[in-house]
Structure formats: C-alpha cells, structure tokens
C-alpha cells in the first residue's frame, strides 16, 4: 500500500445533550416543583502522538470523525451522560494545520502527548434552573450547546537523527538493515521504494539514534518528478544526511555526477536542506572495479571526508557507524577513507 503522509480531514466534536423538563411527581408531594436535569457536555475530539501508527493511511478513506454528542437530562435532578471523546491517533511528526487559514495547530513530536483539537459542547440547563418565586413551573429548558468543528490538514515528516538519501538502488534498505532491527524488503530494483523505513541504531557508546531509509529521489524530484516532493519533505526533520552513492555507477570520466545530481535537487526544494550537514559514502565496494571509481570520485571531491562501504557485506559499517554516532550524540569528527 502507498505510504501515505497527507490527508485532509473533517472533525466535530459532540453537541451537548438537551437539558430536561419534568416535575417532581410523589403521592405525598403534589407539587414537588421542577426536577429536570442538565444535558450531558458533548465529547471532545482529542489527537494522540503515538509510535504505533507509522503513517496516515487510516485518513485515506475516513474523511469525516466526530465525537459523540452528551445524553439529555432526566428528571429526578439527573444529568444526561458526558458524551465519548473521540481520540484520534497519529504518528511521530505530523503537522496539525487549520486546513482553511494554513495556521500550524501542533507539531505532534512528543511520544504519547494528548491535545483537545475541538471543544465539545456544553448540556442545557434543565428547567430546575428556572424555577423563580413567581415563576414556579417552568416548562422549558436549555438546547445542549452545538460542539466545536475544524478542517484539518495532516502532514507526516518523518522525525530521525539521520537520513539516507540517494539514487534507487544505491542500497540505502540494505544499509538501514545492516546497521538497525529494521527489515525492509531489499531488492536489485531500478526504481523508487514507496515506504520510508525507520531504524534504530544502539552504538556500543553514547544514545540510541534514528537513522530514516528515505525512498529514492530522482533527477527532477524538486519539481515533481516522480514521488520525489512526497519525500524531499522528509528529509527537513533529520538533523544529518547520509549521503550513499552506489560505486558501480561512478563514471571515472564524470565522478561526481550523481552526487551533483541530488544535491541539485536538495537545492531546488530548499537551500536551508542542500545545506545541511552531509556524510558521503560509497556503497557496494564488494563489486569489481569499485576501486578505480571510488578512487576518482575521491580525487574530484578532494578535501572532504568519504567513507567506502559494503552494506552487503559488512566492511566499514562499523566505521560509518561510530562517525554517525558522534555526529549524534557527540563532538564531530573528521571521517576517513
């Protein structure tokens, strides 16, 4: 299924319930006076942040959410029932947006964190409330109050400490496997995956770090180009890049093509992203030939740090992984070939 990270949704809380009309009716007491009760407060629409969702897709076909509406009031002084609140769940990183105004409602960031995004309505006063000296029967009662309603706009950006970024095939899915407990499906396919993928990363020093498998981008994303604004978006919440370059494909004649390729599209979709802080690796140095091109490529991008790894074999992840680690939770290095 598609990932989904967008939708666009309609909530309305509940309407608070009718208050009552009724009158004290004993055998003893023949005119008891008013005892109808207040409607129940309609129930509130509450958005949750949890881990257990990963993307938007349960909006995909569920457009409209309302909570449920507050019981009416009875007679003998009793209150109609609270209405349900309706909670809503949504993953780490969605942006909450007033769909009409654009305004940012909530950056949903923090694990587990509630918030009320529309109000339910109050009950109605039942016709106790009304009762006066000269006014001692009161048939009538207060409508339940109508509950708040929004448009909203969801967007989903993935929150992570690092983020794979490169062409389709460059073996960004083997590498978040090798280096996490994540297991996305790695195939020699020359074309875009539609799910981002999360790891977690436990170095032997220093905090656990979120590394995100950003599906591929290709020549053209930033204006479009097949899903490649879908994940440039995603991109902005990760505090470093990895940038993974598959060394089979360096032409020696044209080294850095590729790697000029991405951050041209870095660049046209925000320069604050072309400019943020990068660590380039070479992937796929198990393959013949890989040294004459990393060689190259090394050459032409002298005097910046470049790792070589095999992410299907293993050598110089450990490397890559303590680099990652200290660009995370410690001091920066210099990388080293």
Same mark, same amino acid.
């Given at each position: 299924?598609?990932?989904? @990270? =967008?939708?666009? /949704?309609? *909530?309305?809380? %509940?309407? $608070? !319930?009718? +208050?009552?009309?009724? #009158?004290?009716?004993?055998?003893?007491?023949?005119?008891?006076?008013?005892?109808?009760?207040?409607?129940?407060?309609?129930?509130?629409?509450?958005?949750?942040?949890?881990?257990?969702?990963?993307?938007?897709?349960?909006?995909?076909?569920?457009?409209?959410?309302?909570?449920?509406?507050?019981?009416?009031?009875?007679?003998?002084?009793?209150?109609?029932?609270?209405?349900?609140?309706?909670?809503?769940?949504?993953?780490?990183?969605?942006?909450?947006?007033?769909?009409?105004?654009?305004?940012?409602?909530?950056?949903?960031?923090?694990? @587990? =964190?509630?918030? /009320?995004? *529309?109000?339910? %309505?109050? $009950? !109605?006063? +039942?016709?106790?409330? #009304?009762?006066?000296?000269?006014?001692?029967?009161?048939?009538?009662?207060?409508?339940?109050?109508?509950?708040?309603?929004?448009?909203?706009?969801?967007?989903?950006?993935?929150?992570?400490?690092?983020?794979?970024?490169?062409?389709?095939?460059?073996?960004?899915?083997?590498?978040?496997?090798?280096?996490?407990?994540?297991?996305?499906?790695?195939?020699?396919?020359?074309?875009?995956?539609?799910?981002?993928?999360?790891?977690?990363?436990?170095?032997?020093?220093?905090?656990?770090?979120?590394?995100?498998?950003?599906?591929?981008?290709?020549?053209?994303?930033?204006?479009?180009?097949?899903? %490649?604004?879908?994940?440039?978006?995603?991109?902005?919440?990760?505090?470093?890049?990895?940038?993974?370059?598959?060394?089979?494909?360096?032409?020696?004649?044209?080294?850095?093509?590729?790697?000029?390729?991405?951050?041209?599209?870095?660049?046209?979709?925000?320069?604050?992203?072309?400019?943020?802080?990068?660590?380039?690796?070479?992937?796929?140095?198990?393959?013949?030939?890989?040294?004459?091109?990393?060689?190259?490529?090394?050459?032409?991008?002298?005097?910046?740090?470049?790792?070589?790894?095999?992410?299907?074999?293993?050598?110089?992840?450990?490397?890559?992984?303590?680099?990652?680690?200290?660009?995370?939770?410690?001091?920066?290095?210099?990388?080293?070939?």
């Amino acid at each position: 299924m598609r990932f989904i @990270d =967008e939708a666009t /949704i309609f *909530v309305k809380a %509940g309407d $608070g !319930g009718q +208050g009552c009309v009724s #009158f004290r009716r004993e055998k003893y007491i023949p005119r008891g006076g008013p005892d109808g009760g207040d409607g129940g407060k309609g129930g509130d629409v509450i958005i949750l942040t949890t881990s257990r969702r990963r993307t938007l897709s349960q909006f995909r076909f569920k457009k409209s959410l309302k909570a449920k509406n507050g019981g009416y009031g009875q007679g003998s002084q009793k209150s109609g029932k609270k209405g349900e609140d309706l909670i809503i769940e949504v993953p780490l990183g969605t942006l909450v947006h007033n769909a009409e105004t654009g305004e940012l409602i909530k950056d949903c960031v923090t694990s @587990d =964190e509630i918030f /009320i995004v *529309v109000r339910g %309505g109050i $009950g !109605g006063k +039942g016709n106790k409330h #009304f009762a006066t000296s000269t006014h001692r029967t009161p048939r009538f009662a207060q409508p339940g109050m109508p509950g708040e309603f929004l448009d909203l706009k969801l967007d989903l950006k993935l929150i992570a400490d690092v983020g794979i970024i490169g062409f389709p095939n460059a073996g960004k899915s083997t590498l978040i496997s090798r280096i996490s407990s994540a297991r996305p499906k790695v195939a020699d396919y020359p074309f875009t995956t539609l799910t981002p993928h999360l790891g977690v990363v436990t170095p032997s020093k220093g905090e656990s770090f979120v590394v995100a498998d950003i599906p591929g981008l290709i020549e053209g994303a930033h204006t479009g180009a097949g899903l %490649g604004i879908t994940f440039l978006r995603h991109i902005e919440r990760t505090r470093i890049l990895l940038h993974l370059i598959d060394a089979t494909t360096i032409d020696p004649a044209d080294p850095l093509k590729s790697y000029q390729i991405i951050m041209r599209e870095l660049a046209g979709f925000s320069r604050d992203l072309a400019q943020k802080k990068q660590i380039v690796v070479l992937n796929k140095m198990d393959m013949p030939a890989t040294d004459q091109s990393a060689t190259a490529f090394m050459a032409a991008f002298a005097g910046h740090p470049v790792f070589k790894i095999s992410a299907f074999t293993g050598a110089g992840v450990t490397e890559l992984v303590n680099a990652l680690n200290y660009n995370v939770n410690g001091p920066e290095i210099d990388a080293h070939d």
